[in-house]
């Protein structure tokens, strides 16, 4: 059993070239909200998950980094919901696919390279 005192919020750390930028497609793609701004960084949010973006034009691009460019698994309760929010804003986002490990599951590839798999639990029948 859990203690009370754990908080059950995910928080990513995102270094990447323009937070502006990447910023802009969290929130206009993604349906994320600016939440805090603090020099050279933008936090933004969406329900319990919150990612803190900081300017790092110098860091290694995403797409030099190999599976290492994944950041988080996020387990939603409606995959397929959530994807067709994604393509309605306009994201170039995966189809969600039937995993035989008992997951429904979709990739997303942010403009900078950097890659989230959304899950969901798929029913026992």
Known sequence: ???????????????????????????????????????GWIYLSLDDCSLMLGECPDAIPPSE?????YFAYVVLGDVAAYHAEFVERGGAITAPVD?????????????????IMFGQVLDED
């Open 1 to 39: 059993m859990m203690s009370k005192a754990m908080v059950m919020m995910q928080h990513h750390v995102l270094a990447v070239p323009d937070v502006a930028a990447t910023a802009k497609w969290w929130i206009d793609v993604m349906g994320f909200e600016i939440w805090l701004e603090p020099e």
């Open 65 to 69: 980094l190999g599976d290492h460019q």
């Open 99 to 115: 995993k035989p490990w008992g997951m429904r599951e979709m990739i997303v590839q942010t403009p900078d390279g950097h890659r």
